[in-house]
T-cell receptor, first 113, second 115 residues
């Protein structure tokens, strides 16, 4: 157990809809990263939040956005869903500023029809 | 920018046999290296990591890996596998410094252990 939880575990949406995925980090972890893992692929970095502000972003369009809250929870929002957004979405939390390991949650599997 | 290559998409092996999963990376700066395991329908679990110091790193579940800077490799090994080791294994790299910590993953190697 990593102490990182995600909800929901599974989700089905249709093209064009919007979705919000949630992550609850370990207490004391001030940084959260989000990754997209398509079927048969390794995780791809989406973005990272440090103390409630985005401080790094991968090669994902602006319709992928996020929020981080003071209570160690965070959200990933995806607008205008496309079929290719179907994937496992993973969040990872850690305490930035040193060499802390990233602890991953179990993921949310999103299916876009 | 960093990148990771896992040459073997799938490695079949018999129970109690040794196994090596290969990982090569490219980077123009110093890096930290990681191996994660993903069991079916689960998230990622850290097996081991190399940050500095001894190039032979020991992890959980009897796994170990050796950092080879000249060959830019970080191969994962286990002397005797169990059925329960069947899973997807990911090698990952990040810039070797404090601050922004983006992980770059390989495409994964599926380890299939049979009786």
């Amino acid at each position: 157990e990593t102490g990182v939880t995600q909800s929901p575990t599974h989700l089905i949406k249709t093209r064009g809809q919007q979705v919000t995925l949630r992550c609850s980090s370990q207490s004391g972890h001030n940084t959260v990263s989000w990754y997209q893992q398509a079927l048969g692929q390794g995780p791809q970095f989406i973005f990272q939040y440090y103390r409630e502000e985005e401080n790094g972003r991968g090669n994902f369009p602006p319709r992928f956005s996020g929020l981080q809250f003071p209570n160690y929870s965070s959200e990933l929002n995806v607008n205008a869903l496309e079929l290719d957004d179907s994937a496992l979405y993973l969040c990872a939390s850690f305490a930035a500023g040193g060499l802390e390991t990233q602890y991953f949650g179990p993921g949310t599997r999103l299916l876009v029809l | 920018a960093q990148s990771v290559t896992q040459l073997d998409s799938q490695v079949p092996v018999f129970e109690e046999a040794p196994v090596e999963l290969r990982c090569n990376y490219s980077s123009s700066v110093s890096v930290y290296l990681f191996w994660y395991v993903q069991y079916p329908n689960q998230g990622l679990q850290l097996l081991l990591k190399y940050l500095s110091g001894s190039t032979l790193v020991k992890g959980i579940n009897g796994f170990e890996a050796e950092f080879n800077k000249s060959q830019t490799s970080f191969h994962l090994r286990k002397p005797s596998v169990h059925i329960s080791d069947t899973a997807e294994y990911f090698c990952a790299v990040r810039r070797g410094s404090t601050g922004f910590q983006k992980l770059v993953f390989g495409t994964g190697t599926r380890l299939l252990v049979s009786p």
